[in-house]
T-cell receptor
């Protein structure tokens, strides 16, 4: 069974500073990888996803993530954070066979705090 | 883009009553729909997977008689929490999958259920 580890429960970053949120996954085959953002009491918004191809993925709101198979990682980065980026971030893994029949397995999330 | 509408966004019900939550894909046909549960400040846990016209597949530990799922069409899935109790209070989120286009997994905005 697949699993996702987000080792940082909370991260505090100053506005304008760079950001990296860590994500490690465990899956036997080629995974589908996702990053979602959730504001309090809201649903999930997709930031970016990796299915195949270029291992550096560009997403919305200036986010990017890099798939590193050798490290089983899919870390999320942003060069300069804005106060509006404060939220909960979830990394998720799905079956890599293209099978949408499988639900996603989520990490525990990282709570991002932006300091003025 | 793909939009999933989830209704209601919040509901308060008395212990022992049943509550129905609807999840609709507005501009695409969802091959598969998923239901997740999220406790406060925790991650999303997959409850069940439903395919149109088929019985839902429940994850281990999820009571299928308590959480009734109906997926009558390619655009509508419903989750009914039967004989709700306070421990069923949670945030429920649906997700729709389509293999077409670039949609992948699209999430609803969630339903906050409070059982009193």
């Amino acid at each position: 069974a697949q699993s996702v580890t987000q080792p940082d429960i909370h991260i505090t970053v100053s506005e304008g500073a760079s950001l990296e949120l860590r994500c490690n996954y465990s899956y036997g085959a080629t995974p589908y990888l996702f990053w979602y953002v959730q504001s309090p009491g809201q649903g999930l918004q997709l930031l970016l996803k990796y299915f195949s191809g270029d291992t550096l993925v560009q997403g919305i709101k200036g986010f990017e993530a890099e798939f590193k198979r050798s490290q089983s990682s899919f870390n999320l980065r942003k060069p300069s954070v804005h106060w509006s980026d404060a939220a909960e971030y979830f990394c998720a893994v799905g079956a890599g066979s293209g099978g949408g029949a499988d639900g996603l397995t989520f990490g525990k999330g990282t709570h991002l705090i932006i300091q003025p | 883009g793909a939009v999933v509408s989830q209704h209601p966004s919040w509901v308060i019900c008395k212990s022992g009553t049943s509550v129905k939550i609807e999840c609709r894909s507005l501009d695409f046909q969802a091959t598969t729909m998923f239901w997740y549960r999220q406790f406060p400040k925790q991650s999303l846990m997959l409850m069940a997977t439903s395919n149109e016209g088929s019985k839902a597949t429940y994850e281990q530990g999820v009571e299928k008689d308590k959480f009734l799922i109906n997926h009558a069409s390619l655009t509508l899935s419903t989750l009914t929490v039967t004989s709700a109790h306070p421990e069923d209070s949670s945030f429920y989120i649906c997700s729709a999958w389509t293999a077409g286009g670039n949609y992948g997994y699209t999430f609803g905005s969630g339903t906050r259920l409070t059982v009193v």
